[in-house]
């Protein structure tokens, strides 16, 4: 029904930058219905819970951040291309992690929480090496 695909991780040094991309697909996927969903990024480091990173509303007007992403990390859509964005500045070793686009069903607030996000793509690595 719908299919998120992750992109644009890698290993990077502290400091550089990275700008990760998820692609939304699917038979019954169009173009008025992206603009309907609340998107997120989240990551999960090894034996880790996965956390919220960044979240964007289906207009693309209203943003949240993790505090340890404040300041570095932004977060953007292109509705006419199905995608959202992940830009990554100033990157840190404990940003490493595998990143994972979500899809919110609801329209309303943007949300952090793990269980409000019923799609899923299948992860980036990102490796920061100090």
């Known amino acids: 029904q719908v299919q998120l695909v992750e992109s644009g991780g890698g290993l990077v040094q502290a400091g550089g930058s990275l700008r990760l991309s998820c692609a939304a697909s699917?038979?019954?996927?169009?173009?008025?219905?992206?603009?309907?969903?609340?998107m997120a990024w989240f990551r999960q480091a090894p034996g880790k819970e996965r956390e919220f990173v960044a979240g964007?509303?289906?207009?693309?007007?209203?943003?949240d951040y993790a505090d340890s992403v404040k300041g570095r990390f932004t977060i953007s859509r292109d509705n006419a291309k199905n995608t959202v964005y992940l830009q990554m500045i100033s990157l840190k070793p404990e940003d490493t992690a595998v990143y994972y686009c979500?899809?919110?069903?609801?329209?309303?607030?943007?949300?952090?929480?793990?269980?409000?996000?019923?799609?899923w793509g299948q992860g980036t690595q990102v490796t920061v090496s100090s």
């Open positions: 979500g899809l919110d069903r609801s329209a309303g607030a943007v949300r952090a929480a793990l269980g409000a996000y019923g799609y």
């Open positions: 699917g038979r019954a996927f169009s173009y008025s219905a992206f603009s309907s969903y609340n």
């Open positions: 964007i509303s289906w207009n693309g007007r209203t943003t």
